[in-house]
C-alpha cells in the first residue's frame, strides 16, 4: 500500500510565500513521477505541476507559471511546491500525487494524499 503525505499548508497573506512537502512511503519515490494538483471551494480539481522522475522535466498550469516551482530530493524522498506571490485564487486543498508512468497534468495519477489546506488572505 503507497502512502503519500503532504504537510506544510497554511494561512499567509496575498504576496506572501510558502512551501509544501510531499512524502511518499516505501523506498521507491525516485521511480515515481510526480505532481501538485488542488481543489478550492466550489472548484474542480486542477493540476497545478508536475515533474519527471529525475526532476528534469517539468510542467506547470497557466494559471501558477511563474508563482509556483516543483522540485524533488530523490535521496530525501520528498517532493516539494514553492509558492511565492500568492493570491486569493490560490486558495485550495493541495494534493500530492504519484505514478509509474508520465503523465504531466493529465488527472490520472494512481496514488493520491488527503491534502493539505492552504488559504490566501487579502
Known amino acids: 500500500q503507497v502512502q503519500v503525505v503532504e504537510s506544510g499548508g497554511e494561512t499567509v497573506q496575498a504576496g506572501g510565500s510558502l512551501r509544501l512537502t510531499c512524502a511518499v512511503s516505501?523506498?521507491?519515490?525516485?521511480?515515481?513521477?510526480m505532481a501538485w494538483f488542488r481543489q478550492g471551494p466550489r472548484k474542480e480539481r486542477e493540476a497545478v505541476a508536475a515533474?519527471?522522475?529525475?526532476?528534469?522535466?517539468?510542467d506547470y498550469s497557466d494559471s501558477v507559471k511563474g508563482r509556483f516551482t516543483i522540485s524533488r530530493d530523490n535521496a530525501k524522498m520528498r517532493l516539494y511546491l514553492q509558492m511565492d506571490s500568492l493570491k486569493p485564487e490560490d486558495t485550495a486543498m493541495y494534493y500530492c500525487?504519484?505514478?509509474?508512468?508520465?503523465?504531466?497534468?493529465?488527472?490520472?495519477?494512481?496514488?493520491w494524499g488527503q491534502g493539505t489546506q492552504v488559504t490566501v488572505s487579502a
Open positions: 516505501g523506498n521507491m519515490f525516485g521511480d515515481y513521477y
Open positions: 500525487a504519484a505514478d509509474w508512468r508520465w503523465l504531466g497534468l493529465r488527472d490520472e495519477y494512481a496514488y
Open positions: 515533474i519527471s522522475r529525475s526532476g528534469t522535466n517539468t
